[in-house]
């Protein structure tokens, strides 16, 4: 799987035939900064299942638990292209969105949903937090 950023400049490679059954909707108010949209949806995966290739910047913030969560962004077009929490050290998040593929799965989870936009619903029989999963 390969995604890009707008520009096409910086490149994100899952491994081949890796899949993933984590795909997290979040409705954090960072979440929606980050993307300038009502949620974000990150398909997560092994770091070590991932190959970036190109400039990037990256911009760390303390998440609500105090871990770091560190976005990587292209320095052109601006487009979030990763994620990555102290947390989960060996796990990067994929924004959905830049694979470009309409037939990716959907979320698995739903969180944060107490700063979830009233007309915003994903749909389908998963579990939904009022903040995060624990």
């Not at 490149?11 to 300038?36: F, K, M, N, S, W």
């Not at 770091?47 to 970036?52: D, H, L, N, P, R």
């Not at 037939?103 to 989870?109: E, I, L, S, T």
Request: with cysteine; net charge neutral.
């Amino acid at each position: 799987m390969r995604a890009t950023c707008q520009c096409g400049q910086l490149v994100v490679e899952i491994e081949a035939g890796y899949q993933t059954d984590q795909i997290v909707a979040c409705h954090c108010l960072a979440c929606q900064r980050r993307t300038g949209s009502p949620f974000g949806i990150l398909a997560y995966f092994p770091a070590a299942a991932v190959k970036i290739a190109g400039v990037a910047h990256e911009y760390a913030r303390a998440g609500t638990s105090g871990a770091v969560f560190v976005n990587g962004f292209c320095p052109s077009c601006g487009a979030t292209m990763w994620c990555r929490t102290e947390l989960k050290p060996d796990t990067i998040g994929v924004p959905v969105g830049a694979f470009a593929d309409p037939a990716f799965p959907a979320p698995v989870r739903s969180v944060w949903e107490e700063t979830q936009h009233d007309w915003v619903a994903i749909p389908g029989a998963i579990p939904h937090f009022p903040r995060g999963r624990s």
